[in-house]
């Protein structure tokens, strides 16, 4: 086993591809008939039957990808402006130094001592809840270990604060535009629709989080030695290296942009609930904050063009995982095996509440978080099956896509997590010592997964 790696994502996607090329072969024809509810189109329960199948061969497996990439381009085009207008905001350097401001006011002010968990993982939350920060918090280990170990705590903690906030709130994201916007888009719901229970979520999550460290952060500040990093730690007391050096303050010019941040998202839930903004509406928004930013920030056209240019560039890889997810949904499709492989799921998921429905999507998407990292290619290869699955059993879309965004609370702690390798690679923190401390946070996380999806089950939460 110690020699054992997983492929990357796009192998396991084009596999996927190959197998249901196969499957074309052997799973018969099906269909369910569809009526009009409330406006949507709802799959009915009772009107499964075979019809003939229509086999792909070679060629159609090949020509399945562009296909996924142009019924895909709506959604690709929204990831990779979004990605370019984050990337202006991160040129900015606005949130780091915000980050830095906080983390030296700890020095003199003991309320933002006692605060400094509580501040820094709720922010690190709000950032994976909002715009989807995930390995953007890769760079922020390097600032937070020594100033956990100045504070008493250990690297652990330093570690904790950024990566597990962000995925946190990633996991339990209200306006994330990478996994609840791509999800509610492919199944049909409004977008970011559900906010208000959206929020309790991310709220309860966060809570139980910042409570698990502020528990572990108190214990090893009591005794260093019960830290599973205190070698580790004691060399790195010696090299004492200072990240915020030089660091003078939050400027008028970063105060700016963050206020033009925070207006953006302001606006785009005022036009989401007021006007049913849709993606086209969102990746404009973006795009003129994304402007807005570079001229407050003080950046060049050539700055701003090469973050862009950059931010996109590096959701190049998601965007083709969209294209390779989609070619599934298009291969199954056109052979009519879609409706079949939805019967045949249906009594894996159906249960006598709508409740165990919901909780045996969740370790499905669980399961799959294993294999797939990518919040939108997720979404995008899963969606368009769980959406219509989730009629047949009972259980609304929406709920079904909060037990799709629950399956990420694993990656914090998986191993074939190509963010939770790299942090912990620069942390210098072994993945066995970081998997032994994440156990009992993992299992509040399972515990907590289960209860929160108990209230929209019962209410039907649309």
Same mark, same amino acid.
């Given at each position: 086993?110690?020699?054992?790696? !997983?492929?990357?994502? /796009?192998?396991?996607?084009?596999?996927?591809?190959?197998?249901?090329?196969?499957?074309?072969?052997?799973?018969?024809?099906?269909?369910?008939?569809?009526?009009?509810?409330?406006?949507?189109?709802?799959? +009915?329960?009772?009107?499964?039957?075979?019809?003939?199948?229509?086999?792909?061969?070679?060629?159609?497996?090949?020509?399945?990808?562009?296909?996924?990439?142009?019924?895909?381009?709506?959604?690709?085009?929204?990831?990779?402006?979004?990605?370019?207008?984050?990337?202006? !905001?991160?040129?900015?350097?606005?949130?780091?130094?915000?980050?830095?401001?906080?983390?030296?006011?700890?020095?003199?002010?003991?309320?933002?001592?006692?605060?400094?968990?509580?501040? /820094?993982?709720?922010?690190? *939350?709000?950032?994976?809840?909002?715009?989807?920060?995930?390995?953007?918090?890769?760079?922020?280990?390097?600032?937070?270990?020594?100033?956990?170990?100045?504070?008493?705590?250990? *690297?652990?903690?330093?570690?904790?604060?950024?990566?597990?906030?962000?995925?946190?709130?990633?996991?339990? $994201?209200? !306006?994330?535009?990478?996994?609840?916007?791509?999800?509610?888009?492919i199944a049909g719901v409004p977008l970011f629709s559900g906010i208000g229970y959206r929020l309790i979520v991310w709220s309860i999550a966060t809570a139980v989080t910042v409570a698990f460290l502020m528990w572990y952060a108190a214990r090893v500040k009591r005794d260093p030695s019960r830290s599973p990093t205190f070698a580790l730690d004691n060399e790195r007391r010696l090299e004492k290296v200072d990240t915020l050096q030089g660091f003078t303050g939050l400027s008028g010019r970063h105060q700016a942009v963050l206020w033009m941040f925070a207006a953006t998202l302001g606006i785009m839930v005022f036009g989401v609930v007021k006007f049913n903004w849709f993606i086209e509406e969102i990746a404009a928004l973006?795009?003129?904050?994304?402007?807005?930013?570079?001229?407050?920030?003080? !950046?060049? *056209? +050539?700055?701003?063009?090469? %973050?862009?240019?950059?931010? #996109?560039? +590096?959701?190049?890889?998601? %965007?083709?995982?969209? %294209?390779?997810?989609? #070619?599934?949904?298009?291969?199954?499709?056109?052979?009519?095996?879609?409706?079949?492989?939805?019967?045949?799921?249906?009594?894996?998921?159906?249960?006598?509440?709508?409740?165990?429905?919901?909780?045996?999507?969740?370790?499905?998407?669980?399961?799959?978080?294993?294999?797939?990292?990518?919040? *939108?290619?997720?979404?995008?290869?899963?969606?368009?099956?769980?959406?219509?699955?989730? +009629?047949?059993?009972?259980?609304?879309?929406?709920? $079904?896509?909060?037990?799709?965004? /629950?399956?990420?609370?694993?990656?914090?702690?998986?191993?074939?997590?190509?963010?939770?390798?790299?942090?912990?690679?620069?942390?210098?923190?072994?993945?066995?010592?970081?998997?032994?401390?994440?156990?009992?946070?993992?299992?509040?996380?399972?515990?907590?997964?289960?209860?929160?999806?108990?209230?929209?089950?019962?209410? $039907?939460?649309?």
């Amino acid at each position: 086993m110690k020699n054992f790696k !997983l492929p990357n994502t /796009f192998v396991l996607l084009f596999a996927i591809l190959v197998m249901i090329m196969v499957a074309t072969w052997l799973v018969p024809g099906g269909k369910y008939e569809t009526r009009l509810v409330d406006g949507k189109q709802m799959v +009915d329960p009772a009107s499964f039957h075979l019809i003939a199948s229509n086999p792909q061969g070679l060629d159609a497996l090949m020509m399945a990808p562009i296909k996924g990439f142009v019924e895909s381009a709506l959604i690709i085009g929204f990831v990779l402006i979004v990605g370019g207008a984050f990337a202006v !905001l991160q040129k900015t350097e606005a949130i780091d130094s915000l980050i830095k401001k906080i983390a030296l006011a700890h020095a003199s002010s003991p309320l933002v001592r006692a605060s400094l968990i509580p501040l /820094f993982v709720t922010m690190f *939350s709000l950032g994976g809840a909002t715009f989807g920060m995930n390995e953007e918090a890769i760079p922020f280990i390097l600032i937070f270990i020594p100033l956990a170990l100045a504070l008493g705590y250990d *690297s652990i903690v330093g570690v904790a604060i950024p990566f597990v906030g962000t995925q946190v709130g990633f996991a339990a $994201a209200f !306006l994330n535009p990478f996994n609840v916007g791509i999800a509610q888009g492919i199944a049909g719901v409004p977008l970011f629709s559900g906010i208000g229970y959206r929020l309790i979520v991310w709220s309860i999550a966060t809570a139980v989080t910042v409570a698990f460290l502020m528990w572990y952060a108190a214990r090893v500040k009591r005794d260093p030695s019960r830290s599973p990093t205190f070698a580790l730690d004691n060399e790195r007391r010696l090299e004492k290296v200072d990240t915020l050096q030089g660091f003078t303050g939050l400027s008028g010019r970063h105060q700016a942009v963050l206020w033009m941040f925070a207006a953006t998202l302001g606006i785009m839930v005022f036009g989401v609930v007021k006007f049913n903004w849709f993606i086209e509406e969102i990746a404009a928004l973006f795009l003129i904050m994304a402007i807005g930013v570079g001229i407050v920030g003080r !950046l060049d *056209s +050539d700055e701003f063009v090469a %973050a862009f240019t950059q931010g #996109a560039r +590096d959701l190049i890889g998601t %965007a083709l995982v969209l %294209a390779l997810a989609r #070619a599934t949904v298009i291969l199954a499709r056109d052979a009519h095996i879609i409706d079949t492989m939805l019967h045949a799921l249906t009594p894996l998921v159906q249960s006598s509440s709508p409740v165990f429905a919901a909780h045996k999507m969740f370790l499905i998407q669980s399961v799959i978080n294993f294999f797939i990292h990518s919040g *939108s290619g997720q979404a995008a290869l899963t969606m368009p099956i769980m959406a219509p699955l989730a +009629d047949l059993v009972g259980v609304t879309r929406q709920t $079904a896509i909060l037990a799709f965004q /629950f399956g990420e609370f694993s990656t914090p702690m998986i191993p074939t997590s190509g963010i939770t390798v790299g942090v912990l690679a620069l942390a210098r923190i072994p993945w066995l010592t970081w998997a032994k401390w994440m156990i009992p946070l993992q299992l509040a996380y399972l515990v907590l997964a289960l209860v929160l999806l108990v209230p929209p089950s019962l209410m $039907a939460w649309q």
